[in-house]
């Protein structure tokens, strides 16, 4: 059985969102942030595995990759929204931004930050949440 919070029901609720959020006046993707390794690195590591006293050594030499912006949040996309009629109806699109968090997670610091930013700047930002 899966603790609350777990990846699986994260997965599940960013998949949610991506459909609820989806429709002709917004677009909406996955927003990928975190660490990678280099594969070629980390094979060469696994060839000294034997010798205990290298792994640890080896393991801080891999090339680590991070990508994506820490705290922004999981859903990203823009939305189409019509200017009041004084703008002769013209249409813009404004950043939208859906952070999932599921069981007891909270936002981290990075995360409320570009919250308020996103705010702050008038875009659309919300906290989706599912027990």
């Not at 459909?19 to 942030?33: F, G």
Request: charge should be positive; charged fraction near 35%; proline fraction near 2%.
């Amino acid at each position: 059985m899966k603790k609350k919070g777990s990846s699986e029901q994260h997965s599940k609720l960013i998949n949610k969102i991506l459909l609820d959020k989806q429709d002709e006046n917004c677009r909406v993707w996955k927003n990928q942030v975190g660490l990678a390794c280099d594969y070629d690195s980390t094979k060469r590591m696994i060839y000294y595995l034997c010798e205990k006293s290298k792994a640890d050594e080896l393991f801080y030499k891999i090339r680590k990759i991070k990508f994506g912006l820490k705290g922004s949040p999981d859903i990203i996309g823009i939305k189409k929204i019509k200017i009041t009629p004084d703008m002769v109806g013209k249409e813009i699109g404004i950043f939208c931004g859906y952070e999932a968090k599921t069981g007891n997670s909270k936002q981290t610091k990075e995360q409320k930050m570009f919250e308020k930013m996103i705010n702050r700047m008038k875009g659309i930002y919300a906290v989706i949440r599912e027990n």
